[in-house]
């Protein structure tokens, strides 16, 4: 009913096929388990529905030795960020099994470059069987990672010449040496503020 990439738990609870990428993320809602004694369980958290998110990038070489050419990377509702990272560390664990200099401290790099993203948590899925309660975050709906993206500011003109832009700055507000992410149709930019001036 919600196995991620399969799900039917959006189709069914409001008509929005997650598999026709509207999905409404029914699974990150709060739940609660009713027994049919009328009593509710609590033990388990609110969210119980709430899978993690599949991460194989310690099992490169096996998946590689079971024939798989193509890795796909799930992107639904995710940030030009996640898409990045995700695809790079994958592509360098591949490049790293195919040259023989795939290491358990490359392996630990690449953790953690992902769990500074968006993330639910990490779970092998299905891969070595049905998952228990370590495959789901029954106590948090959605982003474990320490690092939180907030809408700092707007552009509102690049200059070219002077590789400086005015930036309308929302409640947040920037600081010299933050790291910001510059997103738009077509723009993805990670880049630290090196100075800043104040239009008065």
């Known amino acids: ?21 509207e999905c409404t993320q029914p699974c990150r809602w709060k739940w609660e388990l009713h ?8 033990s ?12 194989m990038i310690e099992y490169i070489p096996e ?7 193509a890795f796909k990377v799930e992107g639904r509702l995710r940030d030009s960020g996640y898409l990045e990272m995700v695809s790079r560390c994958y592509r360098e664990a591949i490049d790293a099994c195919i040259e023989g200099n795939y290491t358990p401290e490359k392996i630990e790099v690449w953790r953690r470059e992902l769990a500074s993203v968006y993330n639910r948590g990490f779970s092998t899925g ?12 029954p106590e948090k709906d959605m982003n474990v990672s320490e690092k ?18 005015a930036v309308r700055i929302l409640e947040e507000g920037i600081s010299v040496g933050d790291e910001i992410v510059i997103e738009g149709n077509t723009t993805y930019l990670r880049q630290q503020v090196r100075s800043l001036m104040k239009k008065r």
């Open 44 to 55: 388990l958290g609110k969210y119980l529905l709430s899978a993690k998110d599949l991460c």
């Open 35 to 42: 027994g049919e004694n009328g009593l509710v369980a609590t």
């Open 63 to 69: 998946l590689l030795k079971a024939g798989i050419a």
């Open 126 to 137: 299905f891969y070595f069987g049905v998952p228990g309660l370590e495959g789901f975050s």
């Open 1 to 21: 009913m919600a196995v991620s990439g399969r799900c039917h738990l959006s189709a069914y609870v409001l008509g929005k096929s997650g598999n026709c990428g």
């Open 148 to 165: 939180q993206r907030r809408a700092v500011g707007i552009i509102e003109n690049y200059y070219t010449k002077q590789q400086a832009a």
